[in-house]
């Protein structure tokens, strides 16, 4: 029997293609007390909330009913108000804020009679928060999963159970329904006029499609009367084809669309079980990474190594064409990032694909981004399976293992050593060429990694160290990225900026510090006020809607050194 926290962790490992298949299941468990709910209050009175409850943990899963927009996230408050988020026409508080201060409400309830339970929230939505990925962190701080950018929430129906029987203490049900706004005679009228309207509007659609293609002006009188005839049948087969052209269309928040294979590259997705999917980031392969490696900021040393790589690997794609027989040089492309968090390992492993692919020697060239948990399930055998489908959707490119060292578990039975040696193996297979295993992660775990098993030092020969970033580095950063969204700042501002800079530098945990990921970071919190500030001030000149001043920057705080526990020597 696992342990109540295995409810949550379970929801942390979904992702969009998977939650609902995910959801369905936990209906149908047996040990999962489900229920379907309209509204807690007092943050979200109106909205959809699934409620899963198994041993002592409880998971929210809350649909927002937001218009599909795109908007900026913002969690932190102005002038102790709620946090907002902003879109190009209007602002509303944040639903991740409302959905966190609604799990405080039913944290106090349990509190209340005595039970001290975890409880995690799920946003779903459909509109796109164009600052996702900055977002995560705190939005996992909150102790909030999101997924936005989702589609026809309105239209999901999902099974519940509702089975007391499985909640372990019946004060639980009183917390929920303390908290639950009651439903009106007629709640269920809105829902059913919001489908009706979306129904009409799909007919419509179908109609003027149909009057387009088969029929011409003259006939459109007499045939148009018949359309208005179609049967129920065809028009269900209509909205199925929409819908699944929905589904082929849907992006992710820049524009990109990770799941299409039209260009050969895997879908991401890796069924560990039955009950479970996890999703690898598929990082496409560049037009110009020649030019992308060119234009990164310090990394002389690396560039070098991949310089000589690249050269051996092309020098033997030309021998091979110029003497078919002749014997080629060991080359093994298989290779150890070292080096902390933000310092550009991934953007060099993807870079490293696309030379790769040019240079001839992998076939497709993307780059399928894992860690610990893509492999390890939650039944025996997961971990084959896993390893097996990551390798096959790997082909031809590179697989990345982040936080590599994390699979050198502490004790003989942990899966982590088990997903080594499956990966030993498959290295070892001479005619798996077409691939290139890179494993990422901090120096000196990397390196008890390594020499826990003495094979991996002979199959991964090519180490590149990724040091810190300068000064003079974060700031050439920083220009390059404001430059991309034509931000400039005053003269005083960017003074203020250097010097904040340069404190939380000197003040940084060098375990911890994000590298260009901390001023990315910083830089999306200064977008997030100077949005705040013109939309108060409405300034009349246009150039200010890219003027960065001091007023658009703050303090910034860092993670200060952990002290260290012990005894110095006298």
Excluded at 68 to 94: C, G, I, M, Q, W
Excluded at 101 to 111: A, D, P, R, S
Excluded at 525 to 541: F, G, K, N
Aim: glycine fraction near 6%; charge should be negative; proline fraction near 4%.
């Amino acid at each position: 029997m696992f342990k109540g926290n295995r409810l949550i962790n379970d929801f942390k490992k979904l992702n969009k293609k998977n939650i609902w298949k995910h959801l369905d299941a936990l209906a149908e468990n047996y040990i999962v007390y489900s229920e379907h709910l309209k509204g807690l209050g007092p943050h979200l009175s109106n909205n959809n909330f699934y409620i899963y409850v198994y041993h002592n943990s409880m998971v929210v899963v809350c649909f927002d009913n937001a218009t599909p927009t795109n908007e900026l996230a913002d969690e932190e408050k102005f002038n102790l108000e709620e946090p907002l988020y902003f879109s190009a026409e209007t602002h509303r508080v944040s639903p991740v804020w409302q959905l966190a201060e609604t799990i405080k409400l039913i944290k106090k309830g349990l509190e209340e009679i005595d039970e001290e339970w975890p409880v995690w929230g799920v946003l779903l939505t459909e509109s796109n928060f164009i600052n996702s990925n900055d977002m995560q962190e705190i939005w996992e701080e909150m102790g909030i999963t999101v997924f936005d950018n989702m589609k026809r929430l309105a239209r999901r129906k999902i099974n519940v159970n509702q089975d007391e029987d499985v909640l372990y203490n019946s004060g639980v049900r009183d917390v929920i329904a303390n908290l639950q706004v009651p439903m009106k005679p007629d709640s269920q009228e809105p829902e059913s006029d919001s489908e009706e309207e979306e129904y009409l509007k799909l007919l419509e659609t179908f109609l003027t499609v149909h009057e387009e293609s088969d029929h011409d002006d003259e006939e459109s009188g007499a045939e148009e009367d018949d359309e208005l005839h179609q049967s129920d049948d065809e028009m269900d087969e209509y909205v199925e084809e929409k819908e699944d052209e929905e589904d082929k269309e849907e992006q992710g928040p820049f524009g990109d669309n990770p799941d299409s294979t039209d260009d050969g590259l895997p879908s991401g997705l890796v069924e560990q079980n039955l009950n479970l999917c996890v999703k690898v980031r598929i990082l496409r392969p560049m037009d110009n990474p020649r030019a992308e490696l060119d234009k990164l900021v310090g990394c002389t040393d690396i560039k070098s190594r991949l310089d000589e790589l690249l050269a051996l690997t092309r020098y033997n794609t030309m021998l091979s064409k110029a003497f078919p027989d002749a014997k080629r040089h060991e080359v093994s492309l298989h290779s150890i990032f070292f080096g902390r968090p933000g310092t550009g390992k991934t953007t060099v492993c993807k870079i490293f694909g696309s030379l790769l692919h040019e240079a001839g020697a992998l076939s497709k060239g993307h780059v399928v981004v894992a860690d610990r948990s893509t492999f390890i399930g939650t039944l025996w055998g997961d971990e084959e399976r896993s390893v097996k489908q990551v390798l096959e959707q790997a082909q031809g490119g590179v697989l990345m293992i982040d936080e590599a060292y994390l699979l050198n578990g502490k004790h003989d039975h942990d899966p982590g050593r088990l997903i080594v040696q499956l990966l030993m193996e498959v290295l070892a297979d001479e005619t798996q060429r077409d691939l290139a295993v890179v494993l990422c992660g901090y120096k000196e775990p990397m390196m008890q990694l390594l020499d826990s098993n003495p094979g991996l030092h002979s199959r991964f020969p090519n180490r590149f160290e990724f040091n810190d970033f300068t000064i003079d580095e974060l700031l050439e950063i920083t220009r390059r990225r404001i430059s991309e969204y034509h931000y400039r700042f005053t003269d005083p501002a960017w003074k203020k900026f250097q010097e904040v800079l340069i404190e939380a530098y000197q003040r940084r945990d060098p375990q911890s510090w994000g590298n260009a990921r901390f001023v990315a970071n910083q830089l999306e919190r200064i977008y997030v006020l100077h949005a705040q500030r013109c939309v108060r001030e409405c300034p009349s000149d246009s150039e200010q809607l890219l003027t960065l001043t001091t007023a658009d920057i703050l303090p910034i705080e860092v993670a200060q050194p952990r002290p260290r526990i012990g005894f110095r020597a006298a």
